[in-house]
């Protein structure tokens, strides 16, 4: 059984933060094909942690096999952080050689499907502050979910009342889902040491 998240904290900053300061309800968009969106959202779903928030955090598409090892090492620390709730989806797509699968097979649909569902209680229960949705965008590029969907999402976030800041990450952003965002942070390379041939490291890229 998981386990339920803490009553939300006071604050440990100094001084008693004014009720603006509180508000809740924005939308923010990280995307694009340059490096930093999850590493984004982690930070701020930190910073909400340090602030008492309670935090929902939904992988897309980051699935893996438990008996083969976690793939991403900031998993291992955000399922040991009181106050965050950790939930990946999508199935495992490094292969027993070590190479990458492509593709989208119906179970990887599924998973998304799986993924989209909790998203939807996440931002319609009133239990959470801050609601992470890691690479639904990306989700959405590679047609594991649709458009409709995503605004679905948003559509019962609103519904709800807008009690929890909402973060989607990802590489595509589409016109209906930025009209509907709060905040737009467009993530763009302009230099990566990948072009220079050097791999992905642990603790850096994953």
Request: aromatic content about 6%; overall charge neutral.
């Amino acid at each position: 059984m998981k386990q339920q998240p803490r009553e939300r904290q006071p604050s440990l900053l100094a001084g008693e933060p004014t009720p603006q300061a509180r508000q809740l309800g924005y939308v923010h968009v990280y995307y694009g094909g340059g490096k930093g969106k999850t590493t984004a959202a982690i930070g701020l779903a930190v910073r909400a942690l340090g602030a008492g928030y309670r935090v929902r955090f939904i992988q897309f598409d980051k699935g893996h096999d438990p008996e083969r090892g976690e793939h991403y090492s900031e998993r291992v620390v955000l399922r040991r952080l009181e106050g965050l709730e950790l939930e990946v989806t999508g199935c495992e797509r490094i292969q027993a050689d070590g190479s990458f699968r492509f593709g989208v097979e119906q179970a990887d649909r599924a998973e998304a499907e799986r993924g989209l569902g909790l998203a939807q209680q996440a931002v319609s229960s009133g239990r959470w502050d801050l609601v992470v949705l890691d690479e639904i965008l990306g989700a959405l590029a590679y047609g594991l979910v649709e458009e409709s969907e995503v605004l679905a999402v948003l559509d019962a976030h609103a519904a709800a009342g807008r009690r929890c800041e909402l973060v989607l990450t990802g590489h595509k952003l589409t016109d209906a889902i930025k009209e509907r965002a709060d905040l737009v942070t467009h993530m763009r390379k302009i230099k990566h040491y990948f072009d220079r041939g050097v791999p992905a490291r642990l603790g850096i890229e994953f």
